[in-house]
C-alpha cells in the first residue's frame, strides 16, 4: 500500500495523560514509516486542519516525543470547536478533506470524548462522499470517563488518583482540626454529567471505611435536609465531616447547586462553584467552621501524580490506533477491555465509531450506596485497579521537567479558509 | 541528671510535615532513654496538656513512629486554642504546670508558629514561677514562613512546591484550552499576612520565564487598573494569563478583596475566597473565559509532593529540640541557618524564644519585582533550595500509606480541669 500522511488532533479539555497517546500515536506511526509518512498534529486541535496549521511532529526529536508521554495538558494546543451537522454546513468537511488531500493525509486520528467521536464519524463519510477516502480512528480521551464500551477512558485514572490522594490527605489535616477548629471540608471535583470523578473520592477510605463522609453526584437529586442530617450526623461521630461533591449537583428539578445563587452585592453574577454553596449551606444551618476546595484545573493536570495504569492504557489506546489503521479499520476508536477484576487485565478491542456518539455513561444506580452519599463494593472494585501505580515524571529545581515541543508549522498551500 | 518525662504538643494549622518533626523528637528521645522517660503528646495540642489527655507514644512501635516521617497533618492533634495572657489570667499556665508535675514532665516542646513560640517562652516563666523547672523549647512550624531568625519554617517548602508543581501543570493545560476557551486561570493560595507561598508560584516558571504571568501579594496593595491592565497584557502577549493571588490580597485601605463582596442572592454571607472575586473582576472588565481554584488544605496537606529538604528540615528541627532541651538549653528555638546558598547547606542554631514572638516576617519589597506582580532574582534565589527534592511516601491501592497511631491515653492523676 502506499505511504500516507496522518493527522492527529486533540480536542476538548485537555488531561494529565492526553500527551502520552499522543506519544502513542506518533512512536508508533515512526515505526512504520513505510506506511505512515510525516504525522502532522492539529495546532489547537481540528482548528488547525481548518486553518491549515499543521505541526510537522517529524521535526521533534526522538527524546521530546518520548517526553511527551509525562507531559500533561495537550503539547499542541486542543480546542472546544465543535463541527456543524454535516447538513446544515458541509464547508467545513469540505475544508478538512482539502487540507488532507493538499498534505496527502491518509489518516485521521481524532483524540477526545463523545463529540469528537461523532466528528470522527463524519469525517470519513465526507471524505467518501468527496471521493478522498480517509482512514478515520478515534482515541478516546476524557477525564469524565463517560464513554460506553471502554472500560474507562485514559484522563480518567489520574484525576480519580489525584482525588483520593488529596481526600486522604485533606481529610488528615480535618481530623488533626476539628476539636477547636475547622469541622467540615467540602472538595469539589469535576464531573457536569457523571459522578465518576465524585466517587473516586471514596477510594480516600482506609478499608473502605472513614472519610468521605459524603460524596454527592450528579445522578443523586441533591436533597438539603438529608445532606445537613448527614454532615450533622458524621461530626457527632467522628468530630469532622469531609465532603467530595461533583461539580454537576443539582436539585431535583434540575437545577445546579452552584447556579442556584445567582447575584452577589454588587449584582454581579456569583461565580462561586457548588463548594462554597455547600458551605455556605453548612454555616448557616449547623454552625460548623468550615474550609472549601476547589481543584479545578489542578486536578486533571496533575501528572506528578497520575495513575501508571492510566498512563499505560493511554498510550496503548494511541498505539492501538495507528495499528488499527494500519490494519484496514476505519470509524473505529480503541476500546479498554477488561478481561479480569483481581488482579486487573486489559486489553485493546475495537469498536465502531457510530455506536459511540451521543452515547454518555453515568454512575449507574447500583454503584452508589443506598443512602445515595457514599459508593458500593461493586463500585469500589471497579474504581480501585484504575488508580493502582504511580509514574513520576522527572524532575528538575523541583519541579517536574515536562516536554517542550518546538511545534514548527508545515508550509502552508491553501488559501486561507473563511 | 534525673530521668524526666517529655510533653510535646502540636498547635495551629498543620502541615505535610510536622509529623516528621514528631518523628524526629519522639526517635532522638528514644535514643536518650537513660534521660528522658516517656514522651507523652498533647491529644489535641496544648488541650491535651490541659485536659490531662496525655498520648502515650511510648505504645506505638518504632515502624509506626517512623512511619510519622511521611504522614502528613497533625498525628496527635493540633488545636487552635490560644492561652490567656499570665497577667490576665494565670490558671491556664498553673494548670499547665500541675499537668506536668502530676506526670513528672520536665520538659516541654511546643511545635507551632510564632503564638506558639510565645506560649513556650510563658510556660517556661510559669515554671520558674511555680517552683517547677521546666525545659521548654519552641519548635518551628508554620507553612506561612513569617518566623524570624530561620532561613524556613519547616513546612513552607512542601507548599510552595505544591504550589509551584501545580501552577506548572495549571498553566501547560490553560495554554492548550486558550485559542478557543479559557484564557484566564486564577489560583488562590494560603498566605493572609506574607505572601511567601504566593511567592513560589514563580518557581513553576521555566528559566524564569513564563507564566505565571501575575503573583498578588498581601505586602503589595491591590490596584485593580494596574491589574487588570497586566492580565490584557499577558493574553495579548500569550494567549493566556495565570494569576496566583495570596489569599491575603487586600486593597490600600486594608480591605481584603475575599471580603469586598459580601452577600449573595439570598443575603447569606458569600463564602467566596479571592479567587473566585479576582475572577468576577476579569470577566466583568475584560470578558474573558476563566477558571480558578482554591487549593485550601490540599496544599498544605500534600504530603505525595513534598519538598525533600522540607521534609529533612522539619525532622531536623524536632531532633535538635531535644538535642538542645539535653544540653541544658531552654526557652529557645532551633532555627535554620542557610551557611551556603548554591549548593544550598545549612545548619541548626538556636534563637531565644523572647526574640522570636510577634515578630513577623513578611516578603520584602526586594524580593518583590518592580511591578509588583513577580519575584526578583533575590527571591528565586532564596526559595529555590527550598523545594528541592523529592520524599515521596509509600503507597497501597493506588493511595499513600500514612500512619495510623493507636493514641493511647495516659491514666489521668488530676481532677478535671475547670
Given at each position: 500500500?502506499?505511504?500516507?500522511?496522518?493527522f492527529?488532533?486533540?480536542?476538548?479539555?485537555?488531561?494529565?495523560?492526553?500527551?502520552?497517546?499522543?506519544?502513542?500515536?506518533?512512536?508508533?506511526?515512526?515505526?512504520?514509516?513505510?506506511?505512515?509518512?510525516?504525522?502532522?498534529?492539529?495546532?489547537?486541535?481540528?482548528?488547525?486542519?481548518?486553518?491549515?496549521?499543521?505541526?510537522?511532529?517529524?521535526?521533534?526529536?526522538?527524546?521530546?516525543?518520548?517526553?511527551?508521554?509525562?507531559?500533561?495538558?495537550?503539547?499542541?494546543?486542543?480546542?472546544?470547536?465543535?463541527?456543524?451537522?454535516?447538513?446544515?454546513?458541509?464547508?467545513?468537511?469540505?475544508?478538512?478533506?482539502?487540507?488532507?488531500?493538499?498534505?496527502?493525509?491518509?489518516y485521521f486520528f481524532y483524540?477526545?470524548?463523545?463529540?469528537?467521536?461523532?466528528?470522527a464519524?463524519?469525517v470519513?463519510?465526507?471524505?467518501?462522499?468527496?471521493?478522498?477516502?480517509v482512514t478515520c480512528?478515534?482515541?478516546?480521551?476524557?477525564?469524565?470517563?463517560?464513554?460506553?464500551?471502554?472500560?474507562?477512558?485514559?484522563?480518567?485514572?489520574?484525576?480519580?488518583?489525584?482525588?483520593?490522594?488529596?481526600?486522604?490527605?485533606?481529610?488528615?489535616?480535618?481530623?488533626?482540626?476539628?476539636?477547636?477548629?475547622?469541622?467540615?471540608?467540602?472538595?469539589?471535583?469535576?464531573?457536569?454529567?457523571?459522578?465518576?470523578?465524585?466517587?473516586?473520592?471514596?477510594?480516600?477510605?482506609?478499608?473502605?471505611?472513614?472519610?468521605?463522609?459524603?460524596?454527592?453526584?450528579?445522578?443523586?437529586?441533591?436533597?438539603?435536609?438529608?445532606?445537613?442530617?448527614?454532615?450533622?450526623?458524621?461530626?457527632?461521630?467522628?468530630?469532622?465531616?469531609?465532603?467530595?461533591?461533583?461539580?454537576?449537583?443539582?436539585?431535583?428539578?434540575?437545577?445546579?447547586?452552584?447556579?442556584?445563587?445567582?447575584?452577589?452585592?454588587?449584582?454581579?453574577?456569583?461565580?462561586?462553584?457548588?463548594?462554597?454553596?455547600?458551605?455556605?449551606?453548612?454555616?448557616?444551618?449547623?454552625?460548623?467552621?468550615?474550609?472549601?476546595?476547589?481543584?479545578?484545573?489542578?486536578?486533571?493536570?496533575?501528572?506528578?501524580?497520575?495513575?501508571?495504569?492510566?498512563?499505560?492504557?493511554?498510550?496503548?489506546?494511541?498505539?492501538?490506533?495507528?495499528?488499527?489503521?494500519?490494519?484496514?479499520?476505519?470509524?473505529?476508536?480503541?476500546?479498554?477491555?477488561?478481561?479480569?477484576?483481581?488482579?486487573?487485565?486489559?486489553?485493546?478491542?475495537?469498536?465502531?465509531?457510530?455506536?459511540?456518539?451521543?452515547?454518555?455513561?453515568?454512575?449507574?444506580?447500583?454503584?452508589?450506596?443506598?443512602?445515595?452519599?457514599?459508593?458500593?463494593?461493586?463500585?469500589?472494585?471497579?474504581?480501585?485497579?484504575?488508580?493502582?501505580?504511580?509514574?513520576?515524571?522527572?524532575?528538575?529545581?523541583?519541579?517536574?521537567?515536562?516536554?517542550?515541543?518546538?511545534?514548527?508549522?508545515?508550509?502552508?498551500?491553501?488559501?486561507?479558509?473563511?
Amino acid at each position: 500500500m502506499a505511504k500516507r500522511n496522518a493527522f492527529y488532533a486533540q480536542s476538548g479539555g485537555v488531561t494529565a495523560v492526553i500527551n502520552a497517546t499522543a506519544c502513542g500515536v506518533i512512536e508508533t506511526a515512526r515505526k512504520h514509516k513505510q506506511r505512515i509518512g510525516t504525522v502532522f498534529a492539529g495546532r489547537n486541535g481540528i482548528l488547525g486542519a481548518l486553518r491549515e496549521e499543521l505541526i510537522d511532529t517529524g521535526k521533534e526529536s526522538a527524546a521530546s516525543i518520548a517526553a511527551l508521554r509525562h507531559t500533561p495538558s495537550g503539547a499542541f494546543g486542543s480546542c472546544r470547536h465543535k463541527l456543524k451537522p454535516m447538513a446544515d454546513d458541509p464547508r467545513e468537511y469540505e475544508r478538512l478533506i482539502s487540507v488532507f488531500k493538499a498534505h496527502d493525509i491518509g489518516y485521521f486520528f481524532y483524540n477526545g470524548g463523545g463529540d469528537s467521536q461523532d466528528t470522527a464519524n463524519k469525517v470519513a463519510v465526507a471524505g467518501a462522499r468527496l471521493d478522498y477516502p480517509v482512514t478515520c480512528i478515534g482515541i478516546p480521551k476524557t477525564v469524565d470517563n463517560d464513554l460506553p464500551f471502554t472500560d474507562t477512558c485514559p484522563g480518567f485514572g489520574s484525576v480519580a488518583k489525584y482525588v483520593a490522594v488529596s481526600v486522604r490527605e485533606a481529610a488528615l489535616d480535618v481530623a488533626s482540626m476539628c476539636e477547636s477548629s475547622t469541622k467540615v471540608f467540602i472538595m469539589e471535583v469535576m464531573g457536569r454529567h457523571a459522578g465518576w470523578i465524585a466517587a473516586a473520592g471514596a477510594l480516600a477510605q482506609v478499608d473502605g471505611k472513614g472519610p468521605p463522609h459524603i460524596i454527592l453526584f450528579p445522578e443523586i437529586p441533591f436533597d438539603r435536609d438529608k445532606f445537613l442530617a448527614k454532615v450533622k450526623a458524621s461530626v457527632a461521630k467522628d468530630g469532622y465531616c469531609v465532603v467530595v461533591v461533583s461539580e454537576g449537583t443539582s436539585y431535583a428539578d434540575g437545577t445546579f447547586l452552584a447556579d442556584a445563587g445567582t447575584k452577589d452585592a454588587f449584582g454581579h453574577t456569583q461565580l462561586g462553584g457548588v463548594a462554597p454553596t455547600i458551605a455556605a449551606m453548612v454555616k448557616d444551618s449547623l454552625g460548623y467552621k468550615y474550609h472549601w476546595a476547589v481543584a479545578d484545573y489542578l486536578q486533571r493536570a496533575a501528572r506528578h501524580i497520575a495513575s501508571a495504569t492510566d498512563v499505560e492504557q493511554a498510550y496503548a489506546v494511541g498505539k492501538a490506533a495507528v495499528e488499527f489503521a494500519l490494519a484496514g479499520k476505519n470509524s473505529v476508536m480503541p476500546i479498554i477491555v477488561r478481561k479480569r477484576a483481581k488482579p486487573y487485565r486489559w486489553e485493546i478491542d475495537a469498536a465502531p465509531l457510530s455506536k459511540i456518539a451521543n452515547v454518555e455513561k453515568t454512575v449507574p444506580r447500583s454503584f452508589i450506596s443506598k443512602d445515595g452519599f457514599g459508593i458500593t463494593k461493586k463500585a469500589r472494585e471497579y474504581l480501585q485497579p484504575l488508580i493502582a501505580g504511580e509514574d513520576y515524571p522527572p524532575y528538575e529545581n523541583g519541579v517536574p521537567k515536562y516536554a517542550r515541543l518546538k511545534n514548527v508549522l508545515a508550509k502552508k498551500k491553501l488559501p486561507p479558509f473563511r
